[in-house]
């Protein structure tokens, strides 16, 4: 370690978090495979960092190598007509990415517009928002795999892409060297206009293009509709907005099973994530029915998707909540994102976190999980 190693705070959309034991910044693929090769090699415990983003480190900094992904570049691979395959370069910035596909009028990711950190890190979570996941453009990832010590190649069906959740978030050692994508080409044949987006597919998003669900829009609307809705809940990076000073979401949206639905209150939102078999009619003949003739109604439970922010606002916790004396606060604009205030620590961070936890594990027998990866830290 030297006076010159920036804090974790410097690398970190949070702006919490000490000073590592070593740090390595990777410009490029070879560099790339070589810093995770030679911290292997060491022994060293080590932490892939790319944008920041997602990651919440602990004031003690990192007792170990931590190595800053900045490769970049986008390349385009042939693909079947109609439709546009390019591979990008793991350190290349997640939204700097959706513009240039918006720009070129190529739909499918564009309502993952604004969302922060690096590409290589977007299949790691299945990144997702407004109705569209990675996971629907996603053709596989050029993976350095600790077992083998090979690059190998994973198909989006080898990472066992689910819910911000990916074969490499449960344990799966390595790192995503380059991401390869296929978007439509969004012009419509033999028609004049702008290239038109994916099918909308949020009811929020819907409204606020004043289109109903399932519409096509200019692909460029749908990218500004999109930046101005995380805009106005503090979700796109703005050194003029406090509450930008985030990892975005701070907890996932539950997954709970039916059952357990049914003992929330009537009005916190829900959304089936196997629909239940359709009602069964029965040809009833005029004689009446035996009921040893009536079909067994079906075991299998579906789960159901909870609103993390509804469980939230409803356990008593409200926008701009701090505890007594934190630098750590809930947005202002959005109950799902803890920000620092100015002059947080990580324990701060950790300490609301886990208050929250507490909270709505209390009134509603749900425990919320983090979404950014916490270093060194425990809730």
């Given at each position: 370690m030297t006076d010159a190693t920036p804090a974790l705070a410097d690398l970190t959309t949070i702006r919490v978090g000490g000073v590592p034991h070593?740090?390595?910044?990777?410009?490029?693929?070879?560099?790339?495979?070589?810093?995770?090769?030679?911290?292997?090699?060491?022994?060293?415990?080590?932490?892939?960092l790319g944008g920041g983003s997602?990651?919440?480190?602990s004031d003690d900094g990192f007792d170990g190598t931590v190595i800053h992904i900045r490769t970049r570049g986008v390349e385009r691979?042939?693909?079947?007509?109609?439709?546009?395959r390019l591979?990008?370069?793991?350190?290349?910035?997640?939204?700097?990415?959706?513009?240039?596909?918006?720009?070129?009028?190529?739909?499918?990711?564009?309502?993952?517009?604004?969302i922060p950190g690096s590409t290589g890190a977007a299949p790691v979570q299945n990144i997702g928002a407004y109705g569209q996941e990675l996971e629907s453009a996603l053709v596989g990832v050029e993976f350095l795999d600790d077992m083998s010590d090979e690059i190998v190649y994973l198909t989006r069906q080898e990472l066992g892409l689910g819910y911000r959740t990916s074969a490499l978030k449960r344990g799966r050692g390595g790192v995503v060297l380059s991401v390869d994508l296929e978007l439509s080409d969004g012009a419509v044949p033999g028609e004049v206009g702008a290239p038109l987006s994916a099918p909308v597919a949020y009811a929020q998003l819907a409204d606020a293009l004043g289109v109903p669900l399932g519409a096509r829009v200019p692909v460029a609307e749908l990218r500004r509709a999109v930046l101005?809705?995380?805009?106005?809940?503090?979700?796109?990076?703005?050194?003029?907005?406090?509450?930008s000073v985030s990892s975005g979401s701070f907890f996932t949206n539950p997954i709970v099973s039916e059952g357990f639905a049914r003992t929330l209150p009537a009005?916190?939102?829900?959304?089936?994530q196997?629909?239940?078999?359709?009602?069964?009619?029965?040809?009833?003949?005029?004689?009446?029915?035996?009921?040893?003739?009536?079909?067994?109604?079906?075991?299998?439970?579906?789960t159901v998707k909870l609103s993390a922010a509804w469980l939230i606002e409803n356990a008593g916790i409200h926008r701009g909540f701090a505890l007594p004396g934190s630098g750590a606060a809930i947005s202002s604009k959005h109950t799902l994102a803890i920000v620092n205030r100015g002059g947080a620590t990580a324990a701060d961070v950790a300490q609301l976190a886990s208050f929250i936890q507490s909270r709505?594990?209390?009134?509603?027998?749900?425990?919320?999980?983090?979404?950014?990866?916490?270093?060194?830290l425990d809730l």
């Open positions: 070593r740090l390595v910044v990777a410009d490029d693929r070879d560099a790339l495979v070589d810093a995770v090769r030679e911290a292997r090699d060491t022994g060293e415990d080590r932490l892939l997602n990651t919440v480190a691979l042939p693909a079947p007509d109609g439709r546009i591979r990008v370069q793991a350190g290349e910035p997640w939204d700097e990415l959706v513009a240039l596909t918006v720009r070129n009028g190529w739909s499918g990711i564009e309502a993952l517009s604004g101005a809705l995380r805009s106005s809940k503090g979700m796109v990076l703005d050194p003029a907005d406090r509450d009005n916190a939102p829900r959304w089936p196997v629909p239940p078999e359709a009602d069964t009619v029965m040809d009833i003949p005029l004689g009446g029915v035996h009921p040893f003739d009536v079909p067994p109604l079906a075991a299998a439970e579906y709505v594990q209390s009134e509603f027998g749900v425990v919320l999980q983090p979404e950014p990866v916490m270093v060194g």
